[in-house]
């Protein structure tokens, strides 16, 4: 089966996380440029990926905002949007996030029945709900997205236990990682990656695309995939 191209994306603090502490208000991390370069990224794809942990906490629309872009998209035949997708192992949706009513098609991996059973109880024909095993659960919902669903180009947004699994799993083939110009200091705040054995393990070295100053902000691009034990 053909599995969609995984780019991951992320904003985080000079001390590594994605948030401050849980149940604190919604950090701001990047900039109006960044989001904007955020946007096009947006555009580009296919389908947006984020885990049902950052539809609870921040309550996302997940759009691309841009008219134009949005405008560009139909005129080269594809749908005004990218194909909403969120991950859930609990079923525990709420039908008034943001992210139902926002936007094109929305999709559900429903990690095991009991999910899909519970995801469709709440949501009724919000979402498309697909229901994936509780092994191999990634690989699985490549293929779901690649084959059944056309998806070739896929943007993950997080949060941070989906970007460290496609990583630990080494199913991701882009990292853009934007360094924010912040301290968060708490112990007990989102990082951006938990312990994990990743490809190559510690030693291993990710290749280095680019990087970006935009504005106060530094763009990293990363080839997850293409590792080296050798400076480069
Ligand atoms: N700075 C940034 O760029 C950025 C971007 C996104 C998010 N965030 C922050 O990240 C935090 C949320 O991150 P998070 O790690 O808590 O949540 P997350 O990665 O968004 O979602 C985790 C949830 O996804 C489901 N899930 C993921 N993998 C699964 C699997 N293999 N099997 C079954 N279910 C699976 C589970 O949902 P259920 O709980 O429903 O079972 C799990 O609790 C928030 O603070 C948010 O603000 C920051």
Do not use: C
Not at 11 to 29: H, K, W, Y
Not at 46 to 63: M, Y
Not at 72 to 85: D, H, I, S, W
């Amino acid at each position: 089966m053909s599995r969609p191209y995984v780019l991951l994306s992320a904003a985080v603090s000079i001390d590594g996380f994605l948030d401050t502490r849980p149940g604190e208000d919604r950090l701001m991390l990047s900039n109006p440029e960044d989001f904007d370069r955020v946007d096009s990224v947006r555009a580009s794809v296919d389908a947006i990926l984020v885990g049902a942990g950052t539809l609870r906490t921040d309550n996302p629309r997940l759009l691309v905002n841009s008219e134009e872009r949005r405008a560009a998209r139909v005129a080269a035949g594809r749908p005004e949007y990218p194909l909403k997708v969120t991950i859930t192992g609990s079923g525990d949706l709420d039908p008034n996030w943001k992210f139902w009513h926002h936007g094109g098609g929305k999709l559900v991996l429903a990690v095991g029945q009991e999910a899909g059973r519970k995801a469709r109880a709440a949501l009724g024909d919000l979402a498309e709900i697909v229901v994936v095993p509780t092994e191999h659960t990634w690989p699985v919902a490549l293929d779901v997205l690649g084959g059944s669903h056309g998806i070739h180009r896929l943007m993950v947004e997080g949060g941070g236990t989906i970007h460290t699994q496609l990583l630990e799993q080494a199913l991701a083939d882009e990292l853009h990682l934007v360094i924010a110009p912040l301290l968060v200091g708490q112990s007990d705040a989102v990082r951006m990656l938990g312990p994990a054995h990743y490809l190559g393990g510690p030693t291993a070295r990710l290749r280095l695309l680019e990087t970006r100053q935009i504005g106060d902000v530094v763009l990293l691009r990363y080839a997850p995939k293409d590792i080296s034990t050798e400076p480069r």
